[in-house]
């Protein structure tokens, strides 16, 4: 595989690549790195971002999120972010879990956050990022989600795995 492609977040490899079964294909892929995602709780509500994204040329619900910079811790990390993005800064942070987020061209693997007893500091925005914060009540959350209106799958995976396993 050879780097075409060096960028300021990530490179693309393309090339011939040699399966386990020996059979040689042709690949393309996006060498990303790790990344984290923060759900920010505080009693019965999630902190959202409303972000604009480009790619998509329009605003969107999301989880607060970002990358590992080099040799960073991901709990770090995900208190860096979230301070970066809403502001608010965790007393606890608790790991829930971890995922590639598409495996079939991209390596980025994605540590979940839970992020509890919060302090709001002033959120400090890299240039660029346009991003909103709202509170939204659990139950709105799912609403949400089920509505099509959280289209983000790192925010749909974070709210449904704190739902389904962590929530009681």
Not at 5 to 18: C, L, S, T, V
Not at 125 to 151: F, H, M, Q
Request: with cysteine; aromatic share 14%.
């Amino acid at each position: 595989m050879k780097k075409v492609f060096e960028g300021r977040k990530f490179d693309i490899y393309a090339g011939e690549y040699r399966l386990p079964n020996n059979v040689t294909v042709y690949r393309e892929y996006v060498d990303f790195g790790e990344s984290v995602a923060i759900l920010p709780i505080r009693d019965n509500e999630i902190l959202l971002i409303k972000q604009f994204r480009m790619p998509i040329n329009k605003w969107i619900y999301e989880v607060p999120a970002g990358t590992l910079e080099e040799g960073e811790d991901p709990s770090e990390c995900a208190v860096r972010e979230l301070i970066e993005e809403t502001g608010y800064k965790p007393r606890e942070i608790i790991h829930l879990f971890s995922m590639y987020l598409s495996p079939g061209y991209s390596n980025e693997y994605m540590h979940v956050y839970l992020a509890r007893d919060l302090e709001y500091v002033g959120a400090r925005p890299e240039k660029g990022e346009l991003i909103n914060i709202e509170w939204v009540r659990l139950d709105r959350a799912l609403d949400l989600i089920r509505e099509n209106s959280i289209e983000d799958g790192k925010s749909i995976a974070a709210i449904l795995y704190y739902v389904t396993f962590y929530h009681r």
